[in-house]
Nanobody
Framework: QVQLVESGGGKVQAGGSLRLSCVISGNTYSSNCMGWFRQGPGKEREGVAAISRAGKSVYDDYVKDRFAVSRDNAKNTVYLQMNNLKPEDTAVYYC?????????????????WGRGTQVTVSS
């Protein structure tokens, strides 16, 4: 089992920044690939970014020039740095873990999910 706890969400004005954190506990060997997903009001869940244990990252095209995913394996923590936030980035952000060594931004790839953290961007 893997437990994931997100933090760092909040309210910010457009153009602002936030850094989300996701702390991994339990069987950390099942967290080789870590992903970030989001679900906005009235929208389906969508992938944002993912990072392998070795640090190889992938991004959704909409965020790749504004968001950066990283991880500190020693601290069992994954981060999502979000810059130049837009109102359409408003969503609950979730981190997810997959035991696979390959990373893709596809929800079914992931086995474990956190409860999410709310990000609200005002115009």
């Amino acid at each position: 089992q893997v437990q994931l706890v997100e933090s760092g969400g909040g309210k910010v004005q457009a153009g602002g920044s936030l850094r989300l954190s996701c702390v991994i506990s339990g069987n950390t060997y099942s967290s080789n690939c870590m992903g970030w997903f989001r679900q906005g009001p009235g929208k389906e869940r969508e992938g944002v970014a993912a990072i392998s244990r070795a640090g190889k990252s992938v991004y959704d095209d909409y965020v790749k020039d504004r968001f950066a995913v990283s991880r500190d394996n020693a601290k069992n923590t994954v981060y999502l740095q979000m810059n130049n936030l837009k109102p359409e980035d408003t969503a609950v952000y979730y981190c997810a873990a997959s035991p696979s060594g390959d990373c893709i931004i596809y929800a079914d790839w992931y086995t474990y999910w956190g409860r999410g953290t709310q990000v609200t961007v005002s115009s």
